[in-house]
């Protein structure tokens, strides 16, 4: 196809309305070869060869249906901008041309020929994949998928608007259950939206608390290791400053020389060799 949204609807009436083999040569002609194709009542899945399915497919529902009697309601288009006065739809995106996905709104009338007056008249939404290969123009058919609402799509098997009406019955059933469920457990539903307030409030709270806290945490911190580092300090050059106290009164005589500091396990205030001072615990030897 050169242009989707002009040339589908010509596609979709020569699918369902031509003949078997204008339905071959369509199918060939705008179908990639490993095309998949997703119906409420088959799937084929995308490998190589798929587009065989598909043919049998169709070829199937031509022979269940000869004649069909089908209409595309709509193809819709982006309108990305506020509507001119022209325009009457802000926004109908039937075609995501950014994706390469087409939006069909079709009506069609099935009629099973083995059934006596058997006229399944259903509306149906089909979503086309489209692809384009590398330096081509036309786009092909990657991905077919028929959509069905449930009263729709029971009518193929119960036909004058039994199906119809057994359907409405349950959905509009399934909406007063709905109803009463509501009403009923409406506590609980404000019970819910309590604690989901409470949490979120208790989350704000817990949330400036911390903020707030980070800062005099991360200052004790500090002072604490301050204190340790300090103290370490203190024990580490507590020996030093007594080297350099002593060192002092040992160099009266003027000479400055280096000198050791050892404990002293014996009492006394000098050496034999006369090199031991004695101060208290300590010895200084000059």
């Known amino acids: 196809m050169d242009n ?19 339905q071959t040569k369509a199918i060939n002609t705008y179908f990639t070869p490993n095309a998949s194709f997703t119906h409420p009542f088959c799937r084929t899945g995308s490998f190589d060869g798929s587009r065989n399915l598909i043919h049998a497919i169709y070829k199937w529902y031509k022979l269940l249906s000869p004649k069909i009697e089908l209409n595309v309601n709509s193809i819709g288009k982006i309108y990305h901008n506020p509507p001119t006065s022209n325009q009457t739809n802000t926004s109908i995106t039937a075609y995501d041309s950014q994706n390469l996905i087409l939006y069909l709104n079709i009506t069609q009338i099935f009629s ?21 290969p590398p330096n081509s123009r036309k786009y092909y058919i990657s991905a ?4 069905y609402q449930n009263d729709q799509l029971i009518r193929f098997f119960m036909p004058f608007g ?17 109803v009463f469920g509501a009403f009923l457990l409406a ?7 309590s604690w989901l307030e409470e ?37 580490g050059h507590k020996r030093p400053e007594g080297r350099k106290r002593h060192s002092s009164n040992a160099g009266v005589s003027g000479n400055v020389r280096p000198i ?27």
Do not use: K
């Open 112 to 132: 099973i020929w083995l059934i006596p007056f058997h006229h399944a008249n259903v509306t149906l939404t089909t979503e086309l994949h489209l692809t384009r």
């Open 187 to 193: 506590p609980a539903t404000r019970l819910q939206q």
């Open 144 to 147: 077919q998928n028929d959509l």
């Open 260 to 286: 050791e500091v050892t404990d002293a396990t014996a009492s006394g205030s000098s050496d034999s060799n006369g090199g031991v001072q004695q101060f208290g615990n300590m010895q200084v030897i000059t």
């Open 162 to 178: 039994l199906g119809e009406l057994s359907m409405h019955m349950w959905q509009y059933s399934s909406t007063m259950m709905c």
């Open 199 to 235: 949490r979120e409030g208790n989350g704000r709270r817990n949330g400036g608390v911390d903020s707030s806290s980070s800062s005099p945490s991360s200052r004790a911190e500090d002072e604490m290791r301050s204190l340790v580092s300090s103290a370490m300090e203190g024990v």
């Open 4 to 22: 989707p949204t002009e040339d589908i609807t010509q596609v979709v009436h020569t699918l369902c309305q031509g003949t078997p083999d204008q």
